[in-house]
């Protein structure tokens, strides 16, 4: 019993930039779970109350995702400027600005605000990862932020349930939900701000180059990480076929109330995430990222899977624990991977090349699912989002046997922090 306990729990020994950075790490986690809770019925709120259409709860998805495209551009600003000033302006003109749901509402509104909200953390999200990679060492990181979600789900499940407990109370005061996501979806980015940087502006004065030079150059130098990025581009696509479907099916066809809903899109999955990001992380720190996404994505696979067999919400309470499961790994996956093959100096630039992918598969995904629920239904694009997956595991099961005949290249260098 000690022994599995200290497998999802081990034992962690910090140093002292260690230390100081998890201890701004749980906070921002804290109010970053909190901010995902509160907006986690934003969809809900777009087909209930505002009476959006399918074309446009696939548009608030495909352009919040689609600015990520810019992801590069961030990257290329943080190699040569400052990353604070980055994340602080990230805040201000993206999370903060659901401030203005309080005086404009309308699925316009909804749409144009997470699409600026999505551009501002395409840029903020290589800062944040260069500060995991520097900050925490190759041996801690994952367990490290693991825990730091594990308290970012449990704000993001508190908040959902409470989010879902007031909106059916008084549907109409949702602009308050949003406006309070607002202040903490900042709050958080100014606490990633504050954390220690040693050595971050010394490795990254060099030459200014374009946006997308880095780009195009990564992708066509690392083998390894071209195939790992198409992989993941593949999870992607299957992810977001199904996740602008899934407020139309838990809306249009099994009526749920506001506490339904909100168990569905944010209080399930945290709380079976919890469970499995410890483990998922120490896979992490003893494996490398590709065996860990292979699995994640098999477990995944069953989330879209239930959607097309569940015939109340109740199967689609089963469906996101499912989707929990899988998740949690593709969460460590996704925020950590590009570190298995950055080198030190060029982290930001590999984790923009990452998130640019997410834009780009975003551009065409949830319009595709939309296209395969209105011309053959529900059930053929879950299947179809299903198949996917299973397709990404497999080829990233055979990466990483690859991987496992070559030294370098698919697994990152032990270095201090």
């Known amino acids: 019993m000690k022994q599995l306990l200290l497998l999802w729990w081990p034992r962690l020994e910090l140093n002292d930039i260690e230390q100081r950075t998890f201890g701004r790490h749980l906070l921002a986690a804290l109010l970053d779970g909190v901010y995902a809770g509160l907006i986690s019925v934003t969809a809900y709120v777009l087909r209930r109350e505002l009476h959006a259409t399918a074309l446009q709860i696939a548009l608030l998805y495909s352009l919040q995702m689609s600015m990520f495209a810019f992801s590069s551009i961030g990257a290329s600003i943080i190699t040569t400027g400052n990353h604070r000033r980055v994340m602080l302006v990230a805040g201000l003109i993206g999370r903060f600005s659901y401030l203005w749901i309080m005086l404009w509402h309308t699925p316009a509104s909804f749409i144009t605000i997470a699409a600026l909200v999505g551009l ?7 800062a944040q990862n260069m500060i995991f990679r520097t900050n925490y060492r190759r041996a801690s990181r994952g367990v490290c932020y693991a825990r730091a979600q594990i308290v970012a789900l449990l704000g993001t499940s508190s908040s959902a349930w409470l989010v879902g407990r007031f909106l059916n109370w008084k549907a109409s005061a949702f ?30 004065h060099r030459a200014r180059r374009l946006p997308y030079a880095d780009f195009f150059e990564i992708l066509r130098t690392d083998h390894f990480f071209r195939r790992y990025e198409l992989y993941f581009f593949l999870y992607g696509v299957a992810f977001m076929i199904t996740e602008p479907l899934v407020p139309m099916l838990v ?58 067999v569940a015939r109340s919400v109740d199967g689609a309470y089963v469906a996101y624990a499912f989707f929990g499961v899988g998740m949690a790994g593709v969460d460590v996956a996704w925020m950590l991977g590009a570190n298995t093959f950055a080198p030190r100096e060029r ?9 640019t992918m997410v834009g780009l598969r975003a551009m065409s995904a949830p319009y595709l699912g939309l296209l395969l629920k209105e011309t053959l239904g529900f059930r053929a694009a879950f299947s179809c989002s299903t198949l996917l997956l299973v397709g990404a595991a497999c080829l990233m099961v055979r990466l990483h046997r690859q991987c496992a005949r070559q030294e370098t290249g698919c697994r990152e260098a032990d270095e201090g922090a």
């Open 251 to 308: 809306n249009d066809v099994f009526r749920a109330d506001w506490s339904q809903a909100s168990r569905v899109f944010g209080v399930i999955h945290p709380l079976v995430m919890i469970v499995f990001l410890p483990l998922y992380g120490r896979m992490l720190d003893r494996t490398g990222a590709v065996p860990l996404a292979a699995l994640a994505y098999v477990a995944l696979a069953f989330w879209p899977f239930s959607l097309a």
């Open 120 to 126: 501002c953390h395409a840029t903020y999200l290589p």
């Open 175 to 204: 602009p308050l939900a949003f406006a309070a996501a607002g202040l903490c979806g900042l709050g958080a980015y100014l606490a990633y701000r504050s954390m220690p940087n040693p050595g971050i502006g010394a490795e990254l």
């Open 347 to 355: 982290i930001q630039s590999y984790m923009g090349v990452h998130v």
